[in-house]
């Protein structure tokens, strides 16, 4: 798959029997339709289906960012805030092919997610340490 802000080829990150796209160069993270979902039950911390619902219907969020192509059909992304504060701006395929984060931005979700509803089986600090290892935000 080809990062969709810098074009680098990505490579496959398994976690859980979970396959992510992750971009070496600019740590960005493409999250295939429902890869979202089973990543953060992997780590005990269960969403409603509402808040995963409510990231493709939402509004388009004000953001001076650039939009990006689908690495999956090519079409423009829309992009949505998700999280507290400070609120993420992720890139959300219309077509509900997945979702990009920007290097840092799963990191920011699942300390926003863990600080609200702490983790049924791993500690928050493993949850913490294996993104901050395969999803660091870039220097």
Not at 108 to 136: C, T
Request: net charge negative.
């Amino acid at each position: 798959m080809i990062c969709p802000v810098c074009k680098c080829d990505m490579i496959v990150v398994e976690y859980h029997n979970i396959e992510l796209d992750y971009c070496n160069s600019c740590k960005g993270v493409w999250f295939d339709s429902g890869e979202l979902e089973l990543f953060l039950k992997s780590q005990g911390l269960e969403e409603p289906k509402e808040f995963f619902d409510d990231i493709f219907t939402s509004q388009e969020a004000i953001s001076s960012e650039k939009k990006r192509n689908c690495p999956i059909c090519s079409r423009k992304m829309k992009k949505v805030a998700i999280g507290g504060q400070p609120e993420n701006i992720i890139d959300v395929c219309s077509d509900k092919h997945g979702l990009w984060f920007d290097g840092g931005e799963v990191t920011q979700l699942i300390r926003h997610l863990a600080g609200e509803r702490p983790p049924k089986q791993d500690s928050k600090e493993q949850v913490i340490s294996f993104l901050g290892e395969v999803f660091e935000a870039p220097e």
